[in-house]
């Protein structure tokens, strides 16, 4: 076994180089690829950048037959830093949903990278208003900003559930409960003790970025991760104005009052396939893009990897042993499983609106984004079945893989 020194650790060690194989980040031949795209991305074909286009191609077929939508048309495969493969719709724009909510985290890791916060902290360190002493319990004051990025703080709004609105048309209702998600109501547990998918703690985190960065989350990300990556075109939903800045929707939630009014942007982060499959590489490229390291390279190892315990108890549904700040992971479930047993043990997604996909592939030096516009209820099981099947035709394609194997 090879044991390669790639980046600078500084969560352990300033200015000393660390070992990625301590973080589970080990690789198994030459360093990382160092090609970034200019205002285009530069293009190879498969088979220069050791990838078999003939299988590549039937992973596609696959996944288009089983992906509903417009299939692949908005698909982006990039390897090595190339676009080996994009679908006539690679330029498409339209909403992300809860892939948003990667966003939102990248936000968290640069002001921890900036020094302003550790993600460790008691969020009522930055938010003091937020602790009102949980009938004498203190629970949110001892809720910190990683409980928020893992979904497992027990946080409350003061409204319920939005999503039964959502799902029965009840739309401007459902937009009216969700803008308040980021006002805090009872907890529901205490943090760390219980997993739960809920958009509320994502609304309060993206909150309190805001007031830390003191503007909105689309400026900010425009300002410290857009403009270097080269990710323009980029549109974010907002819920008008709070404490004098916009506050936009950081979980992606599928409702935007303007929108409902005027037909306009909603659900979140707007982007293309080849506009999202900059942020995925910049997480292949662990936070680097050029001469910035613009996050911090422990930020993240820990952000696509597995936060959550396969043990913890869970409401709603399970993503207990595979999920990172807000990245679906290929880690172990509680089965002893693999979601995507023929993708490699890193390999992580931000997943949104059940056909929006933004895979990292470490140790294959790839990035696959695959968005849709709609979804269709002929195939309402596109997700991690067909990502493990689509991942079975494509690994025996990959050639020159830098693959780790378990």
Known sequence: MIWVIHHKCSLFFTGVYCLLIILGCKTETGPMQK??????WQEKAPEM???DPLILDSALEYL?????????DETVVVRNGYVIWKGPGAGNKHELYSCTKVFTSSLLGVLATDGKLNVQDPVVKYFPELDDGSEGQHIYGRMSFRDLATMTSGYSSITPYCWDLHESGQIVESYRCTQNYSIPGKPKNPPGKVWQYDDQ??????????RMAGKSLKEFFSERIGVKIGMVDLDWSDYGLRDGMFFNNPAGTPNNDSAIQMN?????????????ARLGLLYLNYGRWNNWQILDSSFVVSALSNQVPSTLPYKNFDLTGRYGYYWWTNGIRRDRSRPWPSAPPR????HGGSRNFCFV???WDMVIVRMSPRWESAFPNFGDAVWAEFFKILRSGITSARDTKT
Do not use: C, K, M
Request: a negative charge.
């Open 35 to 40: 090609n970034y795209p200019g205002n285009l």
């Open 264 to 276: 306009d942007v909603q659900g979140g982060v707007w982007t293309t396939p080849l506009e999202f």
């Open 361 to 363: 592939i470490p140790e």
């Open 201 to 210: 703690d994502v609304h309060i985190l993206g909150y309190v970025l805001t």
């Open 347 to 350: 390999t992580a997604a931000a």
């Open 64 to 72: 288009r037959e089983h992906s509903g939508g417009v299939g692949t």
């Open 49 to 51: 950048i050791g990838v």
